[in-house]
């Protein structure tokens, strides 16, 4: 009642990229999850500026009218239309909204002198112009060796892209109450089994890939790769193996003696069986076999749907995260 609690988030979900808008309304019950209502639609092209981190809209005006017709359309007659949509969370591609860590001794409570704290935070660790980025934090589990005492987890986005983007849903009274990053709403979503180890998610997209290692469901470590300038299948599988390997040896510097199973891979069908692989040789040590288990209905919670034609459980599972995740 006051406030002390976390509350849940609300159960609509918006999923943005360059490419598509996907909606979900996911309705908690008893059992588990219903999804009562999915709606998408193919992003107009060139919708967006090309950047490294994502780039801000060409034509805002027209956007706006886009995102219109996919929320009236939820909200829309028929047996599983929403009404009135007034709060969502927002999933958007890991390449807008990256993520880092640091070391802290204390946050300020003010907004203000929190944020240049960030910022002088994040300086030292981007290679962007930080003044132009949003950026935000969550406190995470310290690492057993760091120097200072606390640790955060880090996230930073083009201020003016996630301001649009925004500013598109609020003028159809659509409130956007959190932004989060496709990896970190997949790790919401999925179910790990609990052990004294740590596991991993692993999530493919176009413009590269993402490997968290969790322990308890919350990142230890987050690293985003993007594949860069179409780079051709052979060199992708060095690059992305010894990319691994380097990875796997943080778990041994940091945390000797750490199991890591199990390992969830979210990846395109047609690329799945190769990124299998890909994850026995880089993660994998001598013989001692990992878990590698595609994300499914085995690894998400109890999840019904009420459409007729059930959306692939890659197109919904980051927006199941984001509706999963609570918010103090």
Do not use: C
Request: no cysteine; glycine share 10%; net charge negative.
């Amino acid at each position: 009642m006051l406030g002390y609690d976390p509350v849940p988030a609300p159960p609509h979900a918006f999923s943005l990229d360059g490419h598509r808008l996907r909606y979900g309304q996911f309705v908690r019950d008893r059992q588990g999850f219903r999804l009562r209502n999915f709606r998408q639609a193919a992003v107009p092209p060139d919708s967006f500026h090309s950047g490294l981190l994502g780039g801000p809209l060409r034509d805002p005006a027209a956007f706006t009218a886009f995102v219109g017709g996919v929320v009236q359309g939820a909200q829309g007659a028929g047996t599983r239309g929403t009404g009135n949509i007034r709060d969502a969370s927002l999933v958007v591609p890991d390449a807008w909204l990256r993520v880092s860590f640091s070391e802290i001794t204390d946050v300020p409570r003010q907004a203000e002198p929190r944020d240049e704290v960030l910022r002088w935070k994040l300086r030292r660790l981007v290679p962007f112009r930080v003044d132009e980025l949003r950026v935000g934090a969550a406190e995470v589990e310290p690492l057993p060796v760091q120097e200072e005492p606390r640790r955060l987890l880090l996230g930073f986005g083009v201020e003016q892209l996630l301001a649009q983007v925004e500013d598109a849903f609020a003028a159809h009274h659509v409130r956007i109450g959190r932004i989060t990053s496709s990896s970190l709403a997949l790790l919401s979503a999925v179910d790990i089994p609990a052990t004294d180890g740590f596991s991993a998610v692993v999530q493919v997209e176009p413009e590269g890939y993402t490997l968290i290692f969790a322990r308890g469901g919350e990142p230890v470590l987050h690293r985003y790769k993007p594949f860069t300038g179409g780079m051709p299948a052979g060199p992708q599988v060095a690059f992305v193996t010894r990319d691994l390997k380097l990875t796997r040896n943080f778990l041994h510097e940091h945390f000797p003696g750490s199991t890591l199973d199990p390992v969830l891979l979210l990846a395109p069908p047609e690329e799945e069986q190769n990124w299998m692989e890909r994850l026995r040789e880089g993660l994998g040590e001598g013989t001692t076999p990992i878990s590698i288990i595609p994300i499914d209905g085995r690894t998400l919670p109890s999840l019904r749907s009420e459409d007729p034609v059930a959306p692939p459980w890659r197109e919904i599972a980051p927006m199941l995260g984001a509706v999963r995740q609570e918010v103090a």
